[in-house]
């Protein structure tokens, strides 16, 4: 996005309080790191990352995070300051944005993990953390016996509240259960005052259809690799293996796969574009379902 903003923006940028935070969520490729960038450039303020990949150090290119560029031209905030295969959760984003809030810039919180806002603007339960044979016990279960039986063990109300497709949400639903007793929707219900409520933030959720996004994915993926993410998997196929938490970020298994001679580049390319694909579409489900009192602007009226 240019210094030539579209009417889109400028009808945004106008309406915006410069002394309150901003809010902005939309699916991956959407164009909302673009818009926190257009935000904080006329208005001020420090861009603070909400996307749980691009929390990790060592895949720039492949989780798109701001490039050197764009990142000299705005503070930017909690992006890429974590070694790989270290755990990161969205307690640990709380706490370390707990601090920005209250600091010297207006934050510009912008991302496409729903849950991080979520716990954000409504609170995070204080769940505690799952014992190792738990989690064990968990994907032993998934593995042999698929995702429905894990969905069965749930309690009625988790079920009726978690996306039941996801299953990185049931099986955290699960061993909550299982550890707990309790479950993660009888958790989620005690759970203290939100950092920033929604009242006291200007939230702007971006919607992108499908056959406006589906084409955008595809040329970001080929222009990653024209970027040197084949290069960036190179770097970290030494010592890259599936359990790495940063090992979730989307072409990273099939690039790593590549280069290992099991698939050709073409193939790695489909695949994850089509992982990419289906993330947006968990993504657009959560903010339709969780974000109804946001601010909504079609992104294809940005650019």
């Known amino acids: 996005m240019t210094q030539a903003f579209s009417a889109a923006v400028e009808t945004l940028l106008a309406s915006l309080d410069p ?24 208005q001020g303020g420090a861009i603070v990352n909400a996307d749980a990949i691009q929390v990790f150090s060592d895949w720039r290119v492949l989780t798109a995070r701001p490039s050197v560029e764009e990142e000299a031209r705005a503070p930017h905030r909690l992006y890429g300051h974590v070694p790989g295969d270290r755990a990161y959760s969205v307690g640990h984003w709380l706490r370390e944005l707990a601090p920005l809030l209250s600091g010297p810039e207006r934050p510009v919180i912008v991302g496409g993990t729903g849950l991080y806002f979520t716990a954000l603007t409504e609170g995070l339960a204080d769940i505690p953390a799952t014992p190792p044979e738990v989690r064990a016990e968990g994907e032993a279960l998934l593995r042999e016996a698929g995702l429905a039986a894990m969905v069965s063990a749930l309690d009625t109300a988790t079920r009726a509240r978690i996306d039941l497709q996801n299953p990185m949400r049931v099986a955290r639903a699960w061993e909550v259960l299982r550890a707990t007793g309790r479950g993660l929707a009888d958790w989620q219900d005690d759970t203290a005052p939100p950092l920033l409520p929604l009242t006291k933030a200007q939230p702007v959720c971006l919607d ?13 993926f080929a222009a990653m690799l024209d970027h040197g993410a084949l290069d960036e998997a190179r770097a970290n196929a030494p010592t890259w293996h ?26 790695a390319m489909q695949a994850a574009t089509l992982l990419t694909r289906q993330y947006a579409k968990r993504q657009r489900t959560w903010f339709r379902a969780r974000m109804a009192g946001w601010t909504w602007l079609h992104a294809r009226d940005l650019a």
């Open 19 to 42: 002394a309150r935070p901003v809010l902005i969520a939309g699916p991956t490729a959407s164009g909302k790191s673009a818009l926190a960038l257009a935000v904080a450039e006329r």
């Open 208 to 220: 992108a259809p499908r056959d406006w996004l589906t084409p955008r994915i595809e040329r970001r």
């Open 242 to 267: 599936a359990g790495l938490p940063s090992a979730k970020a989307i072409g990273a298994a099939e690039l790593i796969a590549h280069l290992r001679g099991e698939l050709t580049l073409e193939a």
